[in-house]
């Protein structure tokens, strides 16, 4: 019933070498929340990127689940964050991991967190499967559409052909 993609680039902005990262909520088949934006730190990495980008999507996710119990509508189980990053996910999982991860910073643990809580669950979600790359990357005319086609986005969409 709810669940979100997300993605980042790394070092994609060509003067600052920021990377951006991009996430989609959705209920049902209906989007509730999405960002596009630029990471406020330059990441050493592409692990540490993604890390940000499901540290980013992990904080509004749980500001929209606390939105959602005020309404009276909360989400009993966790939920389901699909990130193309297995990097991240061993990140978020596997606290022996941190060892290689000293760099980034103590509040993206935020994440960890919230999965051992049971307030998400992440789970990997192939590139090309990923909706979220149309708000972080450069893509081709067909895979665009295709992807504001998979958002619901179809009217907007037709512009393309």
Request: hydrophobic share 40%.
């Amino acid at each position: 019933m709810f669940g979100w993609f997300l993605c980042s680039d790394w070092g994609g902005d060509q003067d600052t070498r920021r990377s951006t990262s991009g996430h989609y909520f959705f209920i049902g088949n209906s989007a509730v929340s999405w960002v596009s934006k630029k990471q406020p730190t330059v990441a050493t990495s592409s692990s540490e990127a993604e890390y940000k980008a499901t540290f980013s999507a992990t904080t509004e996710c749980i500001w929209l689940r606390q939105l959602l119990v005020d309404m009276k509508h909360g989400q009993p189980s966790a939920t389901l964050l699909f990130t193309d990053s297995q990097s991240a996910i061993a990140i978020a999982r596997n606290p022996v991991f941190h060892a290689r991860t000293k760099y980034i910073e103590i509040h993206y643990h935020f994440v960890r967190e919230k999965l051992h809580n049971g307030n998400i669950t992440l789970e990997y979600c192939p590139t090309e499967d990923n909706i979220a790359d149309v708000f972080t990357k450069a893509l081709p005319r067909v895979r665009f559409k295709a992807l504001c086609e998979a958002l619901n986005l179809k009217q907007h969409a037709d512009f393309l052909t």
